[in-house]
């Protein structure tokens, strides 16, 4: 027979419920909590103007003026927001708009990818003052250069195009996606380029083929910011054009005149491509901030 000591001591001991998990301290649990309160009071303060555009977008009209209102219409409606779009110039602003956005980040990234990469490998006289030259730009307001600009482009046969528009765009986005640019390549090793360059490739060849795919997280960024900017920007889109308007100069131009529900609709319709792009290069995005393919 065997003791009740060995029956207890050959008894397996007890599987803690989470294995590999340690017990939070409560000064590791009160910052937690305080770290999550903050990211919910962040993205309430985000989203929930974002959420009641959209509902009002979508509010029947004999219900846009009441008080107090339901955070959900009895029912919804596509009345408001087929007004909106049917409206004159509205679809074709946008199209021009999608169209300027594109053109912005196709000229910003083909400029700032070369300065950034140039920013970050190689040293020169002046290298500094430059970088400092690039943010002084922008104490410049656009409102000061309207002028200079509409004469600029009249001079050029640029004014009242996309492409004109596209240009001022890319000079308000520059200044920053060369920063962005800049501190994404100076992550990138300067060893794996060597590597391509001992086996064959010119600097050119090592840029293209091994730094410029590592650095698309980073890119990536900087075409969200340009693209953010070229599609919510309005003064020049305005003074710059008379009849080739982005969407955010046409819903301007109409403004004064419009009922409050085509403000609305306007609004929601103008946030819902940004919000698309955005989550079209989310990917990059989470890649750059070390997540995993799985996260994607």
Not at 131 to 159: E, H, Q, S
Not at 174 to 193: C, D, K, N, Q, Y
Not at 215 to 232: D, E, K, R, Y
Not at 257 to 267: E, H
Request: with cysteine.
């Amino acid at each position: 027979m065997t003791s009740p000591s060995s029956r207890s001591a050959s008894r397996p001991s007890p599987i803690p419920p989470y294995p590999g998990r340690r017990r939070l301290t409560p000064r590791e649990r009160r910052h937690r909590f305080l770290l999550y309160m903050a990211v919910v009071t962040i993205a309430s303060w985000v989203l929930l103007p974002i959420f009641l555009i959209a509902v009002l977008s979508f509010t029947p009209r004999e219900e846009f003026f009441n008080w107090p209102k339901p955070l959900i219409p009895s029912r919804f409606s596509i009345e408001t927001m087929a007004f909106f779009v049917k409206s004159y110039g509205v679809l074709q602003s946008t199209l021009n708009s999608v169209w300027v956005a594109l053109l912005t980040i196709g000229i910003t990234l083909a400029i700032a990818a070369p300065a950034g990469y140039a920013l970050s490998r190689f040293v020169f006289r002046g290298r500094e003052a430059f970088r400092l030259g690039i943010l002084i730009t922008r104490m410049f307001p656009t409102a000061l250069l309207a002028v200079p600009l509409i004469v600029l482009y009249y001079r050029l046969g640029i004014y009242d195009s996309l492409l004109g528009v596209a240009f001022i765009h890319a000079a308000m986005a520059l200044p920053f996606a060369v920063l962005i640019t800049t501190s994404v390549f100076v992550g990138v090793s300067r060893e794996l380029e060597e590597v391509a360059m001992t086996l064959g490739c010119s600097r050119l060849g090592a840029f293209a083929r091994v730094t410029l795919p590592l650095a698309l997280p980073g890119l990536a960024a900087a075409a969200m910011f340009t693209f953010v900017i070229s599609w919510n920007e309005v003064f020049a889109a305005t003074v710059l054009t008379t009849t080739n308007r982005t969407l955010p100069a046409q819903v301007l131009t109409n403004l004064q005149a419009s009922p409050p529900f085509f403000r609305v609709a306007g609004g929601f319709f103008m946030t819902v491509p940004a919000l698309l792009f955005i989550f079209l290069i989310r990917r990059y995005l989470i890649q750059m901030w070390g997540g995993t393919p799985s996260e994607r």
